[in-house]
Structure formats: C-alpha cells, structure tokens
Nanobody
Framework: VRLVESGGGLVQPGGSLSLSCTAY????????MSWYRQAPGNDRELVAG????????TYTDSVKGRFTISRDNAKNTVYLQMDSVEPDDAAIYYC??????????WGQGTQVTVSS
C-alpha cells in the first residue's frame, strides 16, 4: 500500500511541470487528495487539495492561478499541473490521501528544482 509521485525534475522559471501521484494497494476514490511541499529549512506546507468527487479544489495563495490539481479515480491518480513556475516553488512535493476514519497515506516525494 503506497503512493508514488512522479514527474519532478528541473524546470526553468516561467516553465511548466506536471506531477502525478498514483496509489497502489488501495483506491483513492473515498479519499480527499492533497499535494504538499517542503523546501529546505521550511515546514511542510499544503499546496492544493481536491475533494472526493473532484468538484472542489483549494490552493494556497502563492500558487492560485498557476497550479491546478485534478484527479482520475479510474486511474487511481492525482495530478498537479504547475504553470508559470517561480523559484520559490522549488521543493520536494508530496501527495497525501486522507479521510476521516481511514488510514492516512503519504508518498515518498518528488523533487522540483527551478533554475535557469
């Protein structure tokens, strides 16, 4: 049972990157899914969240209008589309599955580096 993130890498400022998080061993369907990030020396912060049905999304202010979270329950995957990437977006990005009464799952993280 695990979450596996992918898609991280090097991106230039102003560029785009698409992250994926796939669940293995359990279904994400009943879970609220979220993306977090942690930069060196900083606490882990919530970046974006999406509800069970996918109709409601939330974002931290610094990424509003630039990042988009989405989910495909049939593929057991949640995505984070990162556009107009800024240097402060550099971090390790983690996905999380959480729902009241169910175990919480975290992925191992994927590194996003922003550099020209």
């Amino acid at each position: 049972v695990r979450l596996v993130e992918s898609g991280g890498g090097l991106v230039q400022p102003g560029g785009s990157l698409s992250l994926s998080c796939t669940a293995y061993g359990f279904s994400i369907s009943p879970y609220k899914m979220s993306w977090y990030r942690q930069a060196p020396g900083n606490d882990r912060e919530l970046v974006a969240g999406i509800n069970v049905g996918g109709g409601t999304t939330t974002y931290t202010d610094s990424v509003k209008g630039r990042f988009t979270i989405s989910r495909d329950n049939a593929k057991n995957t949640v995505y984070l589309q990162m556009d107009s990437v800024e240097p402060d977006d550099a971090a390790i990005y983690y996905c999380k599955a959480a729902q009241t009464g169910r175990p919480i799952y975290w992925g191992q993280g994927t590194q996003v580096t922003v550099s020209s």
